[in-house]
């Protein structure tokens, strides 16, 4: 059975009340239900809300022992390179895993625009990532420009294949793909479903062809509670990854109940 996934990236979003507020009310609805177990639900807070996140979500959270752990896996939005040493600010892969963390998010476009992330350097969190026992959700995607121009196949295969050089078919095959394009991040302007499709298919060959044949593929970019169930329906898109839509538990909610029913045995 194919893994699936729905991954929240809650960004530099939420203080600690909130955070809390968030996470509680999700894993409640999460965890009255069965999901099954090819379908991974993950949230990605900010770092200083991943300890107590993950703590809720192991159930040994407050003064009545311990509860049921959730089938809520905890993620982070980024982690360095390196295992420790002079790197002021940054958050290692064996730190996140000491706290709780189960998954990573790497490449984001945010971290690629903000902060000059490049695929090579991506491919090294990978593979810190991979070492320290974390799985990495690695974000592709063109621009509007890029898109634009017709150098969308272009781009999202040098990304695949730059990645690959780096870190290496196995890494990725032991990883998940986010296909986001930077133009439907927070903008309400999702790709299509053939646009996504296309993408996707793109992807999966491309992986394939460098024997990465297993990777997940998710579709991020302005998934809400209305258009999920119409990517889930896709067969080349294998789960979403969601920011402004995960921050409401309503609205992620319904995303997860979407994957749910698309993916019922
Ligand atoms: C994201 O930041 O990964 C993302 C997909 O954001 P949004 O869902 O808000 O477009």
């Known amino acids: 059975m194919k893994q699936r996934i729905v991954a929240g990236n809650w960004k530099m979003n939420t203080l600690m009340h909130e955070a809390s507020r968030l996470v509680e009310e999700v894993q409640?609805?999460?965890?009255?239900?069965?999901?099954?177990?090819?379908?991974?639900?993950?949230v990605c807070p900010p770092f200083p809300w991943i300890?107590?996140?993950?703590?809720?979500?192991?159930?040994?959270?407050?003064?009545?022992?311990?509860?049921?752990?959730?089938?809520?896996?905890?993620?982070?939005?980024?982690c360095h390179h390196e295992v420790f040493g002079a790197f002021t600010g940054d958050v290692s892969a064996p730190?996140?895993?000491?706290?709780?963390?189960?998954?990573?998010?790497?490449?984001?476009?945010?971290?690629?625009?903000?902060?000059?992330?490049?695929?090579?350097?991506?491919?090294?969190?990978?593979?810190?990532?991979?070492?320290?026992g974390l799985r990495p959700i690695v974000c592709i995607g063109e621009s509007s420009d890029e898109r634009a121009r017709g150098r969308t196949t272009e781009v999202v295969s040098e990304q695949i294949d730059e990645l690959i050089t780096y870190a290496g078919a196995e890494a990725l095959n032991a990883?998940?793909?986010?296909?986001e394009p930077l133009w439907a991040i927070g903008t309400g302007v999702a790709a299509t479903t053939g646009q996504a499709q296309e993408?996707?298919?793109?992807?999966?060959?491309?992986?394939t062809a460098h024997g990465a044949p297993?990777?997940?593929?998710?579709?991020g970019g302005s998934v809400n509670a209305t258009n999920a169930a119409d990517y889930f329906a896709c067969?080349?898109?294998?789960?979403?990854?969601?920011?402004?839509?995960?921050?409401?538990?309503?609205?992620?909610?319904?995303?997860?109940?979407?994957?749910?029913?698309?993916?019922?045995?």
């Open 95 to 132: 730190m996140l895993v000491d706290v709780g963390c189960r998954d990573v998010i790497v490449g984001h476009s945010e971290r690629r625009q903000f902060h000059g992330e490049t695929n090579e350097l991506i491919a090294r969190k990978i593979t810190a990532a991979l070492r320290a």
């Open 235 to 265: 067969s080349e898109i294998d789960g979403a990854l969601v920011g402004g839509a995960a921050l409401s538990s309503t609205t992620f909610l319904a995303i997860i109940n979407a994957a749910c029913t698309a993916w019922s045995e």
């Open 214 to 219: 297993d990777t997940p593929i998710l579709y």
């Open 28 to 42: 409640q609805e999460v965890d009255a239900r069965v999901i099954p177990s090819h379908i991974d639900i993950v």
């Open 175 to 179: 990883s998940v793909v986010a296909y």
């Open 51 to 78: 300890s107590d996140t993950a703590v809720r979500l192991s159930g040994n959270h407050g003064t009545h022992g311990s509860k049921k752990a959730s089938v809520i896996r905890c993620g982070a939005q980024d």
């Open 199 to 207: 993408v996707h298919a793109l992807i999966r060959s491309r992986l």
